[in-house]
């Protein structure tokens, strides 16, 4: 198993250009998650979603979309780049079954420069 | 409003030394609680977990943490660090709560950066 995969691993966007960053599963796992980690603030939580065609928003959700059409990929997009998004973004999944929703798996994450 | 705190920003501890990492947390319900580690560059790897039962948890590369209802803690330990246990260490915590809003969705702390010296 391949577990969480990301990519690109690097980028720089030059602000207003728009992109789309990869995740994927191959676990089957229903519950997946977008973070965005800044120094000093841990992660937050971007959008969430509990199984294909459910998203949710989570705790910093402006500027970016995000949708899942399957199980295994939940892409998250950012539509008009702002330097505000410089940051290092990590994906996650979860199994839907009690307990372990929370024990989160995550990607080896994406590296974002906005200039 | 829930939180997660982890008072030290930063540790340094010697080679062989005990290690010892503070996480508080603030919830309205039994919280499911995590311990993760990030080496330089990585992604987050599960350390422990706590979920329920014995309140003192074995994990990985030899940590271990223990759960205090009274005192909202988790702190994380390790008897003896060696030079590879530097890194960012975050606290998680998940809940159940009456919504399903809650479900899955895990807050974590600001992380604690441990450096280790020879």
């Known amino acids: 198993n391949a577990g969480v995969t990301q990519t690109p691993k690097f980028q720089v966007l030059k602000t207003g250009q728009s992109m789309t960053l990869q995740c994927a599963q191959d676990m089957n796992h229903e519950y997946m998650s977008w973070y965005r980690q800044d120094p000093g603030m841990g992660l937050r939580l971007i959008h969430y979603s509990v199984g294909a065609g459910i998203t949710d928003q989570g705790e910093v959700p402006n500027g970016y979309n995000v949708s899942r059409s399957t199980t295994e990929d939940f892409p998250l997009r950012l539509l008009s780049a702002a330097p505000s998004q410089t940051s290092v973004y990590f994906c996650?999944?979860?199994?839907?079954?009690?307990?372990?929703?929370?024990?989160?798996?995550f990607g080896p994450g994406t590296r974002l420069t906005v200039t | 409003a829930q939180s997660v705190t982890q008072p030290d920003i930063h540790i340094t501890v010697s080679e062989g030394a005990s290690l010892e990492l503070r996480c508080n947390y603030s919830?309205?319900?039994?919280?499911?609680l995590f311990w993760y580690v990030q080496s330089p560059g990585q992604g987050l790897q599960l350390l422990l977990k706590y979920f329920s039962g014995d309140t003192l948890v074995q994990g990985i590369k030899g940590f271990e943490a223990e759960f205090k209802r009274s005192q909202s803690s988790f702190n994380l330990r390790k008897p003896s660090v060696h030079w590879s246990d530097a890194a960012e260490y975050f606290c998680a915590v998940g809940a159940l709560r009456g919504s399903t809003d809650s479900w899955g969705k895990l807050q974590f702390g600001a992380g604690t950066q441990v450096v280790v010296t020879p």
């Open positions: 919830y309205g319900a039994t919280p499911y």
């Open positions: 996650a999944s979860s199994s839907s079954t009690r307990q372990l929703m929370f024990e989160q798996y």
